[in-house]
């Protein structure tokens, strides 16, 4: 199994619309943006969203030409550094696919300048919570309504570069 992790450009603009649409189908009370919303998304905002910029990326992860997970680096209004839109394909958990897309994005954002990078994940989710620690996140005690599902609390999570 050869893994290749790239961000992604414009014309990668349908791997990340079907990557990204499993993610939210699989787990829909995962992340800050409901299927529905994105479905609704048009083709140019798929290309826009695949464009690559300093401040935010996507990553996808690809075996033998296939995408099988995604990961998102974001520079936020206030300047942190984001993990967003974390997800492997049900079928290939287990195989170090997350673990190198945390990987990833935790290069990028040093590379960016970023000694800090942040998630929100909800504690309820023990495997996701489980993971990100296992990848030297912490908690840290600060909660908000998830954007999507606002009667879901997320809890930051922290890592920072050595």
Known sequence: MKLVIRATEAADWQDLKTTRLAALLDAPTAFGVSHASAAAYLDEDWQRRAASTPERAFLLAYIAGVPVGIAAHAVSGKGECNLLAMWVRPEYRGMGIAAALVDAVKQRAVAS????????????????????????????PEWEPLDSHPE???????????
């Open 152 to 162: 879901i609390q997320v809890q930051k999570m922290e890592w920072l570069a050595a």
């Open 113 to 140: 300048g970023h000694d800090r990078l942040v998630l929100d994940v909800s504690p309820d989710n023990a495997r996701a919570s489980a993971f990100y620690e296992k990848q030297g996140f912490v908690f840290l």
